[in-house]
């Protein structure tokens, strides 16, 4: 089993920046797609960003593509989010999840992954 814990949110300005992580233990998580979703308040969770196994192929959301990039360190067991200019409409609970699979493809429904975090709360406010 593994568990994931998602660190690195807070407040921040409207077009700044901020870098979450998301450190795994208790297994490897190697082997599995990984991806961030985020709770915007009142909402459901919604796919942000998914990074193959390797790193080498990663998945953007619309919203978020140009702005927001992927990143994972295998030999840290760690998936990183560095998330650039952000916006007010970017505030949401943000959580990391490993897939069921692998390979160069994304699953964007949150059915597909486990193992899900606390959270980490990023607010987007001047």
């Known amino acids: 089993q593994v568990q994931l814990v998602e660190s690195g949110g807070g407040l921040v300005q409207p077009g700044g920046s901020l870098r979450l992580s998301c450190a795994a233990s208790g297994r490897s998580i190697s082997n599995s797609n990984m991806a961030w979703f985020r709770r915007p308040p009142g909402s459901g969770r919604e796919f942000v960003a998914g990074?193959?196994?390797?790193?080498?192929?990663?998945w953007p959301a619309d919203f978020v593509r140009g702005r927001f990039t992927i990143s994972r360190d295998n030999a840290k067991n760690t998936v990183y989010l560095q998330m650039n200019r952000l916006k007010p409409e970017d505030t949401a609970v943000y959580y990391c999840g490993q897939g069921d699979y692998r390979g160069d493809f994304f699953y964007t429904g949150e059915g597909r992954y486990n193992s899900w975090g606390q959270g980490t709360q990023v607010t987007v406010s001047s």
């Open positions: 990074i193959s196994s390797t790193g080498d192929y990663t």
